[in-house]
């Protein structure tokens, strides 16, 4: 079946999270993504633990879909073979500091003279300009800087790193979408363009109700625990074996749940009647809540609170998300078979397309294994030629047979 990005060419010189993650959402949708990698080791992800048969699970989760080729791009013939595949690609996408590709000839200056309808997306941990542009970074230190820790955690406590790599994760998506606009602008210019990503920038475009909070107050926003800021009840609440989360996000959702759960003296209080008011009698209500909901179990009070359409949900592990019936029903979690590893679980594609639809076609590459193939379908290059290639020591040793997982 066709795929929404079927024909587009993508150069992956990424690794770890941020840029990985943006190109397996392109090669979801189809795209052709040839992962550059250094010979002999790699991305660095494919170190991160836990290993599966000597296969990264880590690398694993963000790699399907993609080829592999080794590439030196310190030797000559290296940056040469790099600016050849260049020229028959749509998009290449990077994560080195600002700099570095500047420093192998390789930056978008230069690679758009090879290819003037090149999308060259840069993601950094701050961008191509401004005074921080030359540092590192990771996903924690942009969430630091970027105020998110300063917003998570329970309330009084210190400021806490989200569990989930969202500073790594929010610039991929970013990124995603910039080479989309992109290329949607090359349709009608003809031409490629820079796309300059920085993770610093996206954990602020992220920041939503906690920024308005504190340009209309002044007030600097701290961590709350997991209730809302403006919206009242819109958290958590023990019951008599767990918790579950509740979410009234109007004033009519307060009045269901409160019918809902036999309370209807408290949505007959004039003191509740309306979000503001429950805001400020806070403290009252979230009582009078939490005494009811210790009476029943999580799933007797689910059902009660599904019958009468008010948001909630149990707070899941990861062990239950995957076993999840709606989880399942949607594909969010697929088998996919590694000729080495064997039989891995992935998260399955979130955007469903009702005619191109995304697929995983392929598991994670292992190091280099791709690289005659892609030689000879971008490059047209025949056995003496990848032969000669690697005779100068470009690619790296010929990449091991692959031994299949019994």
């Known amino acids: 079946m ?13 690794r770890v999270l941020v840029g990985p993650y943006a190109t397996m959402v392109l090669a979801d949708l189809g795209a052709d993504v040839v992962k550059v990698e250094l010979p002999g080791r790699g991305d660095d992800a494919r170190a991160y633990p836990p290993h599966v048969a000597g296969e990264s699970a880590y690398f694993m989760s963000l790699n399907r879909n993609k080829r592999s080729l080794t590439l030196d791009l310190k030797h000559p013939r290296g940056r040469a073979l790099l600016i050849e595949l260049v020229a028959q690609a749509d998009v290449l996408v990077e994560n080195f500091r600002p700099g570095v590709m500047a420093d192998l000839g390789l930056d978008h200056e230069a690679l758009s003279q ?52 969202i500073g790594d994760i929010a610039a991929g998506l970013f990124t995603a979408v910039g080479i989309l606009a992109a290329l949607h602008s090359r349709h009608q210019s003809g031409v490629g363009q820079l796309v300059d990503v920085s993770m610093l920038d996206c954990q602020v475009a992220i920041l939503e109700n906690a920024l308005a909070r504190y340009v209309a107050t002044g007030v600097a926003p701290r961590p709350i625990g997991n209730r809302h800021p403006a919206i009242f009840p819109f958290e958590p ?62 799933a007797a009070w689910q059902g009660i609170l599904a019958a009468a359409e008010v948001p909630n949900g149990p707070i899941n592990d990861i062990a239950a998300v995957v076993a999840d019936p709606q989880v399942q029903a949607r594909e969010m979690i697929q088998p996919v078979a590694h000729p080495v590893a064997g039989e891995t679980l992935l998260p399955g594609i979130p955007i ?8 995983i076609r392929r598991p994670a590459p292992l190091l280099g294994q791709h690289g005659d193939e892609v030689l000879a379908n971008w490059l047209g290059y025949d056995a003496a030629q990848i032969a000669a290639c690697r005779a100068t020591g470009a690619l790296g040793s010929s990449p091991q047979p692959i031994t299949a997982h019994p």
């Open 114 to 165: 090879a290819n003037p309808r090149l999308i060259y997306a840069a993601t950094s941990g701050f961008g191509q300009t401004g005074p921080y542009a030359g540092r590192p970074a990771y996903d924690a230190i942009v969430q630091a800087m970027g105020g998110i820790m300063s917003l998570t955690g329970p309330e009084g406590g210190p400021p806490t790193r989200v569990g989930a790599s």
């Open 2 to 14: 066709a795929q929404a990005l079927d024909g587009l060419r993508v150069l992956d010189l990424t």
């Open 237 to 298: 609440f023990d019951t008599a074996d767990g918790q579950l989360m509740v979410a009234a996000g109007n004033d009519a959702l307060w009045r269901a749940l409160c019918r809902a759960i036999g309370r209807d003296d408290l949505a007959a209080d004039p003191h509740y009647a309306t979000n503001p008011l429950r805001h400020e009698h806070y403290d009252a209500m979230r009582a009078e809540l939490a005494a009811t909901f210790s009476t029943r179990t999580t």
């Open 352 to 359: 469903k397309l009702s005619a191109t639809p995304g697929a």
